[in-house]
């Protein structure tokens, strides 16, 4: 089986090579974005997410920091437009600082 994975959600899987063109056309996926298991793409989504939630954290050294944050990183809850990754990493690093949040 293979499967298939967006930036952050499961797209689809199948059972072979062959049922990769269907009715609707052919699917296109990058092969760092297919996994013979669905654990290994859970896996790799987890691993993926705790890069980026880093990468935001490390970006945050100060108050300065964490005051200038939001201005460039869309982190209220805004449904789509929501950077749910930046929010968690913004939460995290406020509580470091003393700072209490409702989530």
């Known amino acids: 089986m293979y499967v298939f994975s967006g930036v952050d959600r499961i797209i689809g899987a199948i ?8 009715e609707y056309g ?3 996926a990058f092969e760092d974005m297919i996994f013979p298991t669905y654990e290994q ?3 790799e ?9 880093k990468e935001y954290y490390d ?12 201005l460039h990183n869309c982190i209220g809850c805004a449904e789509e437009y929501t950077n749910w990754v930046a929010r968690e990493a913004y939460i ?7 700072l209490e949040y409702d989530e």
Do not use: C, T
Request: negative net charge; without cysteine; hydrophobic residues 30%.
């Open 59 to 70: 970006s945050i050294k100060n108050l300065h920091d964490l005051m200038e944050f939001p």
């Open 92 to 98: 995290k690093r406020a509580k470091e600082f003393g």
């Open 26 to 28: 052919e699917f296109k």
């Open 41 to 43: 793409l859970i896996s």
């Open 15 to 22: 059972e072979n090579e062959d049922e990769i063109e269907s």
């Open 45 to 53: 989504i987890n691993k993926r997410h705790e890069e980026q939630v």
